[in-house]
């Protein structure tokens, strides 16, 4: 799919602090996770970032301002915690690991606009929790989890506006992916039903700690509002997708009562593949299947 040119203009980079805080430094990081006796664990994705320029970088790419209103999912160590809570109103950081408590709650937890919340981001609605208002997410996102939480938040999330979000590359690929390439799917369905996005800049696997065997990315995602037939579309493609070597007037069997003539009230190629279609053109099949449903 396009995404068209990024919606906000590219910024340039400054070594110098922003807001009112400075990022962790890697020793830092490296003591404050030595003193919790804590080690990285693959079971949470853990891969901590340790290089404040690429934290000053995201910052930078989220636009914020003083009455921003930020969730961070992974806050770790607090080193992107902390800058966010130099420049937003409210920060609220989300921490599944234990043994980072104390380490979270002794450091940027004292700060009088942070609120840290022990608990597991991935089993929580955040539109529930979250106050009032338009909400920016920024983090650092667990690997093993990250994929399925921007998903759920873009669909179900709306408080929150804009996404800036560290992931793996493959990740990001699968996001912004546009019909016809090899990594387009249901990830990019959802994505161009409900956000304009792009990449912002990669980022090595040695600023991370430990580093990963892959190359990450930081997306920026701006929500837009959705068709009305987006929930219905998504489970379409799912269906459409997963067989995605069949034409579509035989991967919809499963799915839609008239396969046939619902492809043809929706103007498509019934010999398609899941990949040739676009997020617009599954949002048709939607629309067809109402319309035949309501005559």
Not at 61 to 86: D, F, K, Q, Y
Not at 92 to 97: G, L, P, Q, R
Not at 194 to 222: C, M, Y
Not at 244 to 269: C, E, F, N, Q
Request: glycine share 8%; with cysteine.
């Amino acid at each position: 799919m396009s995404h068209g040119s990024p919606p906000l203009p590219r910024l340039a980079y400054s070594v110098t602090p922003v807001g009112e805080s400075a990022p962790q430094t890697r020793s830092e990081i490296r003591e404050l996770l030595s003193g919790a006796n804590h080690y990285p664990s693959k079971h949470w994705g853990q891969n901590f970032l340790i290089d404040p320029n690429i934290v000053r970088k995201m910052v930078d790419v989220a636009v914020l301002n003083p009455s921003s209103h930020v969730v961070e999912i992974g806050a770790g160590t607090g080193t992107l915690t902390g800058v966010l809570a130099g420049i937003a109103e409210t920060v609220v950081a989300y921490e599944i690991d234990p043994s980072l408590e104390s380490v979270l709650t002794s450091g940027v937890g004292s700060l009088p606009n942070v609120e840290i919340r022990m608990a597991d981001a991935s089993e929580i609605d955040l539109d529930a929790v979250l106050g009032p208002g338009r909400w920016t997410l920024v983090s650092n996102l667990p690997y093993n989890v990250g994929t399925g939480i921007i998903l759920d938040a873009v669909r179900c999330a709306p408080r929150i506006g804009r996404f800036v979000v560290m992931v793996q590359k493959e990740v990001a690929d699968r996001l912004l992916a546009s019909p016809g390439s090899k990594t387009y799917g249901v990830p990019s369905v959802i994505a161009g039903l409900h956000v304009e996005g792009f990449v912002a800049f990669s980022v090595p696997p040695q600023v991370f700690e430990p580093p990963p065997s892959v190359e990450s990315a930081v997306v920026v995602l701006n929500r837009v509002s959705a068709p009305a037939h987006a929930p219905r579309a998504i489970e379409i493609a799912a269906a459409a997708f997963g067989q995605r070597r069949k034409m579509i007037r035989g991967s919809l069997k499963s799915v839609l009562p008239d396969p046939a003539s619902i492809v043809a009230s929706a103007s498509l190629d019934p010999t398609s593949r899941a990949e040739d279609l676009s997020p617009a053109d599954f949002v048709a099949l939607a629309a067809a299947e109402a319309g035949a449903g309501a005559v």
